[in-house]
Every structure is written in C-alpha cells, then in structure tokens.
C-alpha cells in the first residue's frame, strides 16, 4: 500500500478533536478516471472532497488530513446524527459507478481499504457497526458504493457488519405486516428517511438500499423472507 497526499482545498475550517470521529463512510468516485476524480475532489467550485482516496491499483492518496471535516456525506442522517461529515472519515473508491460502467473492484483495491480500515479502527475505536456506504446514511439519493461492493469481504477482516448464512428460510420469520416489522427492524440498525408505521414513495429507495448493503443479488425493493430476516439478525444483534 503506498501512501501519497494530494492536498484539497474543500474542507471546513473549524477542525475536531479526535473523539468526535465516530464513522467511516465508503463511497465511490463515479467519475470518468482517477484523474478526473482528483480534478473533482481538488476544485474549489465543486465543495467536494474526502479523506482518503484509493485507486483501482490499491495506491492510497490523502488529501485531508483525519482532523479536519471534509466534504463527502452531504445531507445525511444514521441513528441519532445527522449531517455526517462532522462525525466521519470520507473514502473513496475509483470506481465509474453506476451511471457510467459499474465495475468490480479489484482485490488490491479492497485489500488497501482494508488496511487503511484498520488503522483507523484501531486509532479512532470505532465501532464495526459504524462502517457505512454512502447509500446507508443517504439513502434516497445515493447507490455507492453499490451492490458489487464486498462488505462480507470486509467483515472477515472484523470490518463493518454482516449476518450468518441463513440455510432455511421459508418460515423463519411469522409476521402478518411485513412492511412494519421490516422498517422497525432496519430502524434499530440506523436507517432514517422513513416512518416506521406509515408508507409512502420513499419505501422502496429505502428497501433497496438495506438490500444494495445487505443482499445484493436481489435489489428489488420487495421485502421478502430473506430480506425480512436479515434485518432481523442485525436489528437484534448490533
């Protein structure tokens, strides 16, 4: 893993004392190229940046140093906080995402990632459960880093959190009204954007969110038994 700084200039004045970092945030750049996303991240007009950037060879370049707010979360909200960029740590991944050619990540890039997860584990203790993807806590307007992201990868090198494999799941959960048990469920995990007895447009953005992170061979938006018992297992064992 080699480390290189590239300096942005989008990062807030006012810096933070080590304990007021909770979160690591995982995103990826949905640009073009690596150096296009530098462009982005180092232009004062686009008020965009991270802490960290990882490219598609594992080459780990920050450009904000972890004391200092930097500008990736936007409007957010996880548990109890709102806004995270004042609580977390920003990475991105190169990767042209979605709206261009959603692609793999590769294994030296997710290997850096775990490295620098590490070290940031150990030097702000944050917890597994406050590993998140840019669409966990930005749900109705972000997919990154998206279903071909390998959290279960990540939570085998006690990074972020993931469920047992379910062997039987027809049965496994009795509940008359899905919808409510699910959305109470993924409530407790720290999902926000939605009312926990009412329905409304925003449900299936949130659905499938939960199951981009979660399930993503099937990120449709319904809640089936799987998806159901999933949230289940995390909502009662984080």
Not at 69 to 90: M, P, Y
Not at 111 to 134: E, R
Not at 201 to 224: C, E, T, W, Y
């Amino acid at each position: 893993m080699v480390y290189q700084t590239i300096k942005s200039p989008n990062f807030s004045k006012k810096g933070r004392k080590k304990h007021k970092i909770k979160f690591v945030i995982i995103h990826y750049t949905g640009m073009q190229s690596k150096r296009a996303s530098i462009e982005r991240l180092t232009d004062p007009s686009r008020k965009v940046s991270c802490h960290y950037l990882i490219d598609r060879a594992g080459d780990v370049i920050q450009m904000i140093k972890d004391n200092q707010i930097a500008w990736h979360a936007g409007k957010s909200k996880w548990k109890k906080n709102e806004n995270l960029n004042e609580s977390s740590i920003g990475i991105e991944l190169v990767n042209k995402g979605h709206r261009l050619q959603y692609q793999s990540f590769t294994k030296i890039q997710i290997n850096g990632l775990i490295k620098l997860c590490k070290i940031l584990k150990k030097n702000y203790k944050i917890k597994n459960n406050c590993f998140l993807g840019h669409s966990d806590i930005a749900p109705l307007r972000k997919l990154d880093p998206g279903e071909k992201f390998p959290w279960l990868t990540l939570k085998k090198k006690s990074i972020g959190i993931w469920y047992p494999e379910f062997k039987n799941i027809k049965n496994s959960v009795e509940i008359q009204n899905y919808r409510n048990y699910f959305f109470n469920n993924i409530f407790k995990i720290g999902y926000r954007y939605f009312h926990k007895k009412k329905s409304s447009k925003n449900d299936k953005l949130i659905i499938k969110a939960f199951q981009r992170r979660f399930l993503p061979s099937k990120v449709d938006g319904k809640i089936d038994q799987k998806t159901l018992k999933i949230s289940h297992y995390l909502a009662n064992s984080n």
